[in-house]
């Protein structure tokens, strides 16, 4: 099993930028995937990163070349830098893990606790 716990977050004005930390535990050495989802209020969860288990990133259109998903291999740990904020970035945002099978990533089983953003504008 994996445990992620994230870190990072909070509130910044339109423009400005946040970076997230997501950091996984338990079984580490089997080959897992993560990806980086987010919920705003009244809204569906919304995948905005999806990273294989090499850790090469999928940006959703609404983030791309505004976030940049980078890693820290030796301690486990996925960042998630987030610039140009607009006020539509407000939202929960989670990282989430699941372990892959033939290199492909079917289902994210273990969520970290979620942090909250909020851009003002």
């Known amino acids: 099993q994996l445990q992620l716990v994230q870190s990072g977050g909070g509130s910044v004005q339109a423009g400005g930028s946040l970076t997230l930390s997501c950091v996984a535990s338990g079984d580490t050495y089997s080959p897992y995937c993560m990806a980086w989802f987010r919920q705003a209020p009244g809204k569906e969860r919304e995948g905005i990163v999806y990273?294989?288990?090499?850790?090469?990133?999928r940006y959703a259109e609404s983030v791309k070349g505004r976030f940049t998903s980078s890693q820290d291999n030796a301690k486990k740990i996925r960042y998630l830098q987030m610039n140009s904020l607009e006020s539509e970035d407000t939202a929960m945002y989670y990282c989430a893990a699941g372990y892959t099978r033939y290199s492909e990533c079917y289902e994210y089983d273990y969520w970290g606790q979620g942090t909250q953003v909020t851009v003002s504008s």
């Open positions: 990273l294989d288990e090499d850790g090469r990133p």
